[in-house]
């Protein structure tokens, strides 16, 4: 993997993301350039928990070790910010592990019967409550950030290919969910 090009976007001077591309294919490419945009629009501060960042279109986009991004989404320049503030969201739950434990744990109690199985659910139990959170902190800063109605389409969008149930479950009782979060102070709040 080799490292094509350190991006200064969205947040001045202080703040730049590494951002390396697999196979430097068109498609990463494209989902560079449509990353950078975003990033350049939206001020991700907030939610920003690591800076480094690979474009691998040949992998589901997944948070560890490094964050990386597929290019399913490059052309849809929310798709894509949704799927960073996603990944991003894993590294805050790394740093919250004990709230998180508890929050999963009420929200099993809560949707005892959630699908923990692909598409509907994510790979196990744990997977697809933790996804509850993560898919939660992900509609929540999105609709920060470009409006509730562009917020809930995007993460509609998203739960065609996966995390269906879950993905639903957030969007229709998000209330519920971020009661639960709010109780283990699991809130994004960018402090």
């Not at 959170?133 to 999105?142: F, K, N, P, R």
């Not at 109605?149 to 971020?178: G, W």
Request: charge should be negative.
């Amino acid at each position: 993997m080799s490292f094509l090009l350190l991006a200064q976007v969205a947040m001045g001077a202080d703040q730049e993301f590494s951002i390396r591309l697999a196979h430097d294919s068109e498609n990463e490419r494209e989902t560079r350039e449509v990353l950078i945009s975003a990033l350049e629009e939206f001020n991700v501060s907030k939610w920003t928990f690591t800076k480094n960042i690979v474009i691998d279109e040949n992998v589901i986009p997944h948070s560890h070790p490094v964050l990386t991004l597929g290019a399913r989404t490059r052309f849809d320049r929310l798709g894509v910010l949704a799927d960073f503030l996603h990944e991003q969201s894993h590294w805050f739950e790394e740093k919250n592990l004990a709230s998180v434990r508890k929050a999963v744990q009420q929200l099993q109690q809560i949707y005892p019967g959630l699908p923990t199985t692909p598409p509907e659910g994510a790979n196990g139990r744990a997977s697809t409550y933790l996804h509850l959170i993560v898919c939660y902190w992900e509609l929540d800063a999105m609709t920060e950030l470009v409006g509730e109605t562009e917020a809930r389409a995007t993460v509609e969008a998203t739960a065609k290919h996966h995390y269906r149930s879950v993905y639903r479950t957030v969007l229709d009782q998000s209330d519920k969910i971020r009661q639960v979060l709010v109780e283990n102070g699991l809130l994004i709040t960018g402090e």
